[in-house]
């Protein structure tokens, strides 16, 4: 099968027999002034999903545009030093503006233009989701505004200046945390108050139905081009694949084609950042300190709260990962038993980085290096016959200032 049509072909799990729920979760808990746009939404989608001239769109603008299909490659310096299993790497981090995000913007932007919604709305982390939508805009030719948390937009600064020079108004968030759930929080304010005239590009696999569904079928392209590579590559399956989870765009997107074939692992990682209490990390999933199912910005899932039910800080390294729950389809694999989440510290994210500039000459984004970090733990455990995939979502680049702080890069070079 084409990777065009699979794409058109709507695959509909016995899980999600409900539209708009993963078993438990998921969902649509909203103020009563947006469910009208999200019905308008979920008619608009049904009906570009069963267009072939939307669908001949996206996958032109992805492949001439955006630069799909993405390499899979074989990390040769890095699997050998390890020892153990195979390392593959799935090459999102080689897409027009850096990271995956750019397969549900472009996907998102057409159906907006479609809907007849001029003005775009977003929000971001760790800006790349932001820096997408403005891509898309310009290239559209539609008005966008980004929300950022102040605290994102110091450690995410270039990718500031990304989404201003492409022509996005960039509005600080200053209340709560300063980061991605504050950012969320005010776009949905604003598209509370111009729902007639505004299309929300939500970034991740979360909030309400339809959005887990339609961001995690624009980004099914990852892993249905991974099968295809990896079966040309070595003649069978990985025997796992790990993405990193924040929102859980990139990893639904990693994981999706391959959840019919139980012999492939699924393994999600959070960002443990520097601890197991509350405000520490963003491991919604682990056992200590962890997460309890609850609503958070219109979808039930599991979210980091405390007793009381208020929801809890975060934090993590990377701004893309620091968020207090995860989208529903995530909830419902972890239940299942389906894929597991681990969780990875700040430090083991810094040193994942480090090793990899230094085996294969790619520097990955934070966010990304959580999931290198728990390929380099597990390999040498591995058999040599073992494959792992690692979804690698994003470069470095925006991370330069993140970095050059916390690994001390300026005169030296033994930071490891």
Not at 69 to 83: D, F, H, V
Not at 88 to 108: F, S, V, W
Not at 326 to 349: I, K, T
Request: net charge negative.
């Amino acid at each position: 099968m084409s990777v065009a049509a699979a794409i058109t072909e709507e695959k509909t799990s016995p899980a999600q027999a409900t539209a708009g729920r993963f078993g438990a979760y998921g969902g649509r808990y909203v103020p009563e002034t947006l469910m009208a746009a999200l019905e308008e939404l979920e008619v608009a989608y049904a009906a570009a999903q069963a267009d072939p001239a939307f669908h001949a769109e996206l996958n032109g603008l992805l492949h001439t545009y955006a630069g799909r299909p993405t390499a899979l490659y074989y990390a040769k310096r890095l699997s050998e030093t390890l020892g153990g299993a195979k390392i593959y790497l799935k090459r999102e981090d080689l897409l027009h503006t850096g990271a995956h995000k750019i397969n549900n913007a472009l996907g998102q932007g057409l159906l907006a233009k479609r809907m007849g919604k001029q003005r775009i709305i977003a929000e971001t982390g760790a800006g790349q989701h932001g820096v997408a939508t403005a891509t898309v805009c310009a290239l559209l030719g539609l008005d966008c505004v980004i929300y950022m948390g102040q605290e994102d937009m110091q450690r995410q600064e270039p990718n500031v200046y990304r989404m201003r020079l492409l022509g996005a108004e960039v509005r600080g968030v200053t209340g709560g945390s300063a980061t991605l759930k504050d950012a969320i929080n005010e776009a949905m304010r604003d598209w509370v108050t111009n729902v007639r005239s505004t299309y929300y590009v939500l970034g991740s696999a979360l909030g309400s139905h339809p959005y887990p569904t339609m961001v995690r079928n624009f980004h099914r392209v990852i892993s249905i081009e991974a099968r295809q590579q990896i079966l040309e590559a070595e003649g069978k399956l990985p025997d796992a694949i790990i993405a990193c989870v924040g929102g859980g765009s990139n990893a639904i997107g990693a994981f999706y084609e391959f959840l019919p074939d139980t012999s492939v692992e699924l393994i999600g990682v959070e960002a443990g950042g520097r601890g197991t209490g509350l405000g520490e990390h963003a491991a919604r999933f682990q056992k200590i300190g962890g997460g309890t199912p609850g609503v958070l910005q219109g979808t039930y899932s599991y979210v980091l709260q405390n007793d009381a039910g208020q929801i809890s800080s975060t934090h993590s390294v990377s701004a893309g990962l620091d968020y207090a729950s995860v989208g529903p389809e995530h909830a419902m694999l972890h239940d299942s038993g389906r894929a597991s989440y681990v969780s990875c510290s700040d430090d083991a994210a810094l040193k994942a980085v480090v090793t990899l500039s230094r085996t294969e000459g790619i520097i990955p984004a934070l966010e990304s290096a959580h999931a290198v970090a728990e390929a380099i733990r597990i390999a040498p455990t591995r058999s040599q016959t073992d494959i792992i995939m690692v979804n690698l979502s994003g470069r470095g680049d925006k991370d330069m200032g993140i970095l050059a702080r916390e690994l001390d890069l300026k005169g030296a070079s033994d930071v490891s």
